[in-house]
């Protein structure tokens, strides 16, 4: 048994984003092998989740505004990252004292404040890369309409890019999603020790039935994050009219958060498109949905709503992109296509064939069951890294 202690720059349980989804697996899957975990996490002012056996969650207060503002201004870190208040601090490290952690994990580049007041010295600790950070921001920057909106993410882009620098160069090992992620890891960080650990979820047990569903494409996604953001963009421009040219009765379902007012004036106005708005039941979209199209144009990360719909047995047309660092096989597991007009041929093959879309349904289910389960891809590289650390 190895005591980890744990950060994360948002309360984790339950999961409201892929970074939780993935630290959630993780976590579990450190807890299966007998480990006690102490998780610190920022309040959020949100309700808490689970309990889960073995592990013990630390809440630390922020600064409140208007000290909050001002300690985000005159901070390295990046805006978005949680700031503790000075009282938190001095209790939290006292838990952290009697924990006496072995090992430590910082999830995602926001954790770094986290990291900084409350790692330790002397104990070896993880950085778990949830993306090539400093990438995704540049191209934050670039979807950016807004001018208070380019000015902010600028300034997150500088600081993101020097903490994600930071971590990777001062971790004993750091953790990839992808192949793709380490490679720019190790650029980043020359000689750091980077295992690839690709994110996954827990699968349903049955998989949907698509061959039985309607003729409905689904998109999932958080409305605001920049590779979606692009995403609903090409949706609406191209490929919705496509479908609705070549299949009529087919419906495209958009179910996410924090949707772009552009978007949300399109998901409320085109024909065809229905909208589901934080939707409480994610399951209840994949039952409904005969395909899932995810028309991502970067490769950064690991796609979670790939292992997602594979998960629930639904078919999934994507890009190149899309399945980037997925052990996939196209056109066997997935149908893949490159432009607008292949991905409204894929999806039109799906939605117009229910024995084709059961068949889909079928090898992405095994494919998720034999490759990128999180026993089978994950948890046990992330296991033999902490035993290593403390060996």
């Not at 309040?43 to 073995?54: E, I, K, R, T, Y």
């Not at 601090?89 to 404040?113: C, D, L, N």
């Not at 192949?179 to 996954?200: F, I, K, T």
């Not at 399951?283 to 005969?290: D, G, L, P, S, V």
Request: one cysteine or more; aromatic letters at 6%; charged letters at 20%.
């Amino acid at each position: 048994m190895v005591r980890v202690l744990w950060f994360h720059p948002r309360q984790v349980l339950p999961p409201r984003g892929g970074g939780d989804l993935r630290t959630s697996g993780l976590l579990r899957g450190v807890l299966a092998a007998g480990h006690e975990v102490l998780f610190v996490q920022p309040d959020n002012g949100l309700p808490s989740g689970p309990v889960l056996a073995g592990a013990e969650f630390v809440t630390v207060d922020q600064w409140h505004a208007p000290a909050l503002a001002v300690a985000k201004v005159l901070s390295r870190s990046a805006l978005r990252s949680p700031r503790l208040a000075p009282s938190a601090r001095a209790r939290t490290k006292t838990r952290i004292a009697r924990f006496r952690p072995q090992v430590a994990i910082v999830s995602e580049v926001m954790a770094r404040p986290l990291a900084d007041a409350l790692l330790p010295p002397g104990v070896p600790w993880i950085y778990d890369a949830h993306n090539l950070e400093g990438d995704l921001f540049a191209a934050h920057v670039d979807a950016a309409t807004r001018p208070a909106e380019r000015v902010t993410l600028s300034v997150d882009q500088a600081r993101v890019s020097a903490s994600e620098r930071r971590l990777a160069r001062g971790a004993d090992a750091v953790l990839a999603v992808s192949e793709h992620d380490a490679s720019g890891l190790r650029r980043m960080a020359p000689g750091v020790d980077v295992v690839v650990a690709p994110s996954s979820m827990e699968a349903p047990a049955v998989p949907d039935r698509p061959g039985e569903a309607p003729p409905t494409a689904l998109f999932v996604g958080t409305l605001d994050f920049t590779p979606n953001v692009q995403a609903l963009d090409w949706l609406f421009d191209e490929i919705v009219p496509g479908l609705r040219t070549r299949v009529p009765e087919s419906r495209i379902l958009v179910v996410g958060r924090r949707p772009l007012e552009r978007h949300r004036r399109l998901l409320e106005t085109t024909t065809g498109v229905e909208f589901w708005e934080d939707a409480p039941d994610i399951a209840a979209a994949y039952a409904t949905a005969r395909c899932v199209l995810m028309p991502f144009q970067t490769a950064s990360g690991t796609k979670l709503k790939a292992y997602e719909a594979l998960a629930h047995g639904v078919p999934l047309v994507t890009t190149p992109q899309g399945i980037h660092g997925v052990d996939v096989r196209p056109e066997t597991d997935v149908l893949v296509a490159d432009g607008a007009d292949d991905l409204v041929l894929a999806a039109t093959r799906l939605l117009t064939d229910p024995r084709l879309a059961a068949e889909y349904g079928s090898a992405g289910r095994r494919a998720f069951e034999e490759r990128l389960s999180w026993q089978g891809a994950t948890w046990p590289q992330v296991n033999a890294l902490i035993e290593r650390l403390v060996s």
